[in-house]
């Protein structure tokens, strides 16, 4: 049987970069050379059966990475009779999932669209690779269609967003809505300067009636900023800048290629769902070691459901997250109600942001608080 291999190769160009004086020294080579005695050994490879495997047929797609202009795009708010998306590029669903989102958008009188790819079961994905990045393109040049939410989270993401045309969006812009895996159109949307929404997903709404009612307001008009109660873990100060970020796994995984999350001067929110805290530690340190949390103005806390402080004997998750920050600054609102708590635990909202648009946070010893100034 002919196999074919595609290979992607990426060239990183690495920018000079200061590192601060409290992070550890990168590894320096020793001054002297060093010799090292090494003993190979045979190893007889074994006869593996693949007659049962076929790889599968996936058309070559190329790949352009363009720098964008710095622009600053903003979808229209939705109105009555106006037609609403609902794709999926990450995991699976079944059609009965969706019955109670779609009988909120039309009641918000809405109409609503499914992507070719839905319901088309391959793996775990909603549909080979192909099925998904054509259908959700189909969304994206759909000029009918105002607003695209996705059907859930789970992985794959990352495998579409590299071969999608985003052009049209620049001349009819639509909501992306969606959170967890979704985090990935986030971040290269709000990289080319269109505002997306980190909200609830099409089969994530049931019975969440203040998310829910949050996500209208942020479709249908302005969702407000949200407020706290300053914690022990705020961090008091203020700071401007554009809101970017989401799922702290997909910022973490996208570093290092063309679509690593662009932070100069921004408000980083992160959140995420049954990560170890040495696994939250590894990924702030890649940040810090980058130099991304260099760039950051402010951090914004969301939910971190089922994250356990004492397994592995690690650091709490405010400790890990001030070890990164160090003397640096600037505010931390801690803990919004934004992320995986009602998916897992229906025990919390998940509030509608406004990614890649300004807000200016403030925190003091009263009241944490952050609100749009765009």
Request: overall charge negative; glycine content about 8%.
């Amino acid at each position: 049987m002919k196999r074919t291999i595609l290979l992607f190769t990426i060239i990183a160009l690495a920018a000079g970069m200061a590192v601060p004086a409290a992070a550890m020294r990168p590894y320096k080579a020793p001054s002297q050379p060093v010799t090292v005695q090494i003993d190979t050994v045979s190893i007889e490879t074994p006869q593996v059966d693949t007659t049962f495997a076929e790889l599968p047929q996936v058309d070559t797609v190329e790949i352009e990475v363009v720098e964008p202009e710095p622009v600053d795009i903003r979808p229209a708010p939705l109105k009555p009779g106006d037609c609403i998306g609902i794709f999926g590029i990450s995991n699976y669903i079944d059609s009965t999932a969706l019955l109670y989102g779609v009988s909120v958008f039309e009641n918000w009188g809405l109409r609503v669209k499914f992507a070719d790819n839905l319901f088309k079961k391959n793996g775990r994905y909603d549909g080979t690779l192909q099925e998904r990045i054509k259908a959700t393109q189909a969304m994206i040049d759909d000029p009918d269609i105002k607003a695209m939410i996705s059907t859930r989270g789970g992985y794959g993401a990352a495998q579409v967003i590299p071969f999608l045309d985003y052009s049209p969006l620049f001349e009819n812009p639509k909501w992306i809505i969606g959170y967890s895996d979704v985090t990935a159109l986030h971040m290269v949307l709000n990289n080319m300067g269109i505002e997306t929404v980190h909200g609830p997903m099409a089969t994530r709404m049931e019975g969440d009636t203040t998310s829910v009612a949050f996500l209208h307001d942020a479709l249908f008009g302005d969702a407000p900023g949200l407020s706290i109660t300053t914690n022990f873990y705020c961090r008091e100060g203020e700071a401007t800048g554009k809101l970017v970020g989401g799922n702290l796994s997909l910022i973490y995984s996208l570093q290092g290629t063309p679509m690593a999350l662009d932070m100069k001067d921004a408000i980083l929110f992160i959140e995420d769902v049954g990560e170890d805290s040495y696994a939250i530690d590894r990924m702030m340190q890649n940040l810090l070691l980058s130099g991304k949390l260099d760039e950051i103005a402010g951090i914004i806390v969301g939910q971190f459901t089922d994250f356990d402080d004492y397994k592995g004997q690690d650091l709490s998750l405010p400790g890990i997250i001030y070890s990164k920050i160090g003397n640096r600054q600037i505010p931390i609102m801690y803990q919004i109600d934004a992320g995986h708590e009602w998916n897992v635990h229906k025990s919390a909202p998940n509030y509608s942001l406004y990614l890649g648009r300004r807000i200016h946070l403030k925190v003091d010893q009263n009241v944490a608080y952050f609100e749009y100034v765009d």
